[in-house]
């Protein structure tokens, strides 16, 4: 088996459900009563912030149930395993799961804080999104250094803000900037703009990558989805299952891509990183393919690089993100081994805990033993500076 005991697996996707005391122990006194809170509503654990309510639905903290229990509902913390929320906890569920580290997106706030930019008060949305990130990286990380990457939200209805929130959280240590996978269905500027210029200098003099998380734009995949006007933790369509976004949900990260290589921002700042997260790895062949294609044809009459191939940006500028993907594993060298990483996902309804481990050595059972080593735990700590021990 390839999958050996040195081996350790950094996923560089997990996620953890906060517990209210977040915000409480950390807002300003006059804001408090405002701040994100828990109500009780008909035996339902609910959030309450800005007028809105959104609850903890079911998917998100899945791990340890059996399938045919899974559901959309709105969950209570007694009905999660303490893992989903407590961080020593979390470490024994890792242990179980052969994982030795991980970097945890947030839940209520959204992958990359959408839940603080839709919010109307924007004083007390910055103060969220900093104590946010203040919890993160001083009290869930510190539980277990060398196992929790540590990781930030930004305020980016604010391109001032956002810039100053990045310097201060890599200075205190974040491995990685979560952005929405697309600024565009939030209303703000694309990535054709230079709007995210600042963002991306602080980014690249820091070295931190940007992580965009499939989903964290607010863009829903799939033409029953794409119309909807989203309503804080609502998911269904009206006329379609869940499971149609759920299996379109990569194809966000297919767009983003290809924004980002026609963008012009990779040639402007050439040590800019982007991680794909939860986005799957065996589309990027094809879509390498597609954009070199169109770039060889058009690039004539429009307003894009002459010199410089997609391809060859997505080598320097991306890295691929999977949790169960065979077929990306099968063409792993047309997407660059040095570029591909692991993801476990816990607690949500993708990941393959308690058997992470064991799934990861099915998948990679023909792959040979140095290019494991890479994309199970070498490839993540490069990309995040996050070296063994630290």
């Known amino acids: 088996m390839p999958l050996q005991d040195h081996h350790q697996i950094v996923s560089v996707d997990d996620h953890l459900i906060e517990h209210p005391r977040v915000w409480q122990d950390r807002l300003p006194e006059k804001f408090k009563a405002a701040g994100p809170q828990?109500?009780?509503?008909d035996g339902k654990h609910l959030w309450?912030?800005?007028?809105?309510?959104?609850?903890?639905?079911g998917l998100n903290a899945v791990a340890g149930?059996?399938?045919e229990e899974w559901g959309m509902?709105?969950?209570?913390?007694?009905?999660?395993?303490?893992?989903?929320?407590?961080?020593?906890?979390?470490?024994?569920?890792?242990?179980?799961?052969?994982?030795?580290?991980?970097?945890?997106?947030?839940?209520?706030?959204g992958f990359a804080g959408g839940t603080?930019?839709?919010?109307?008060?924007?004083?007390?949305?910055?103060?969220?999104?900093k104590a946010w990130n203040d919890f993160y990286i001083d009290e869930w990380c510190s539980v277990a250094p060398d196992r929790y990457v540590p990781i930030a939200i930004l305020p980016v209805w604010d391109i001032e803000e956002t810039a100053k929130e990045a310097a201060r959280t890599a200075a205190k240590g974040a491995r990685t900037f979560s952005f929405p996978d697309s600024p565009v269905p939030l209303g703000l500027p694309s990535f054709h703009t230079r709007h995210w210029d600042p963002?991306?200098?602080?980014?690249?003099?820091?070295?931190?990558?940007?992580?965009?998380?499939?989903?964290?734009?607010?863009?829903?995949?799939?033409?029953?989805?794409?119309?909807?006007?989203?309503?804080?933790?609502?998911?269904?369509?009206?006329d379609g299952p869940f499971a149609v976004a759920i299996a379109l949900f990569s194809t966000n990260l297919m767009w983003t891509t290809v924004d980002l290589l026609f963008s012009r921002a990779l040639q402007k700042f050439p040590k800019l990183q982007f991680s794909l997260a939860e986005g799957g790895i065996g589309w990027v062949p094809y879509i390498l393919e597609r954009t070199d294609y169109t770039w060889e044809r058009h690039k004539w009459y429009q307003d894009v690089d002459m010199d410089t191939r997609p391809s060859d940006l997505f080598r320097e500028h991306f890295w691929g993100c999977f949790i169960d993907d065979e077929h990306g594993l099968k063409n792993r060298h047309e997407i660059g081994i040095d570029r591909?990483?692991?993801?476990?996902?816990?607690?949500?309804?993708?990941?393959?805990?308690?058997?992470?481990?064991?799934?990861?050595?099915?998948?990679?059972?023909?792959?040979?033993?140095?290019?494991?080593?890479?994309?199970?735990e070498t490839n993540a700590r490069r990309m995040l500076r996050f070296p063994r021990g630290s």
């Open 38 to 41: 828990i109500r009780e509503v």
């Open 73 to 109: 509902d709105p969950v209570r913390y007694e009905d999660m395993i303490p893992g989903c929320y407590d961080p020593v906890a979390r470490v024994k569920d890792m242990d179980v799961d052969g994982v030795q580290a991980a970097l945890c997106f947030p839940s209520f706030p």
């Open 340 to 376: 591909i990483m692991v993801e476990v996902d816990f607690p949500h309804s993708d990941s393959n805990w308690p058997n992470s481990r064991k799934r990861a050595t099915e998948v990679l059972a023909d792959i040979p033993d140095d290019e494991v080593e890479k994309i199970v």
């Open 48 to 57: 309450y912030y800005d007028g809105q309510v959104y609850p903890t639905i």
């Open 65 to 67: 149930k059996p399938r």
């Open 199 to 238: 963002l991306w200098e602080v980014a690249s003099e820091t070295e931190v990558p940007i992580s965009l998380h499939f989903g964290s734009g607010s863009f829903v995949p799939g033409f029953s989805y794409a119309s909807m006007k989203p309503v804080p933790g609502q998911l269904a369509a009206p």
């Open 116 to 129: 603080f930019f839709r919010a109307q008060d924007k004083e007390l949305a910055l103060l969220c999104v």
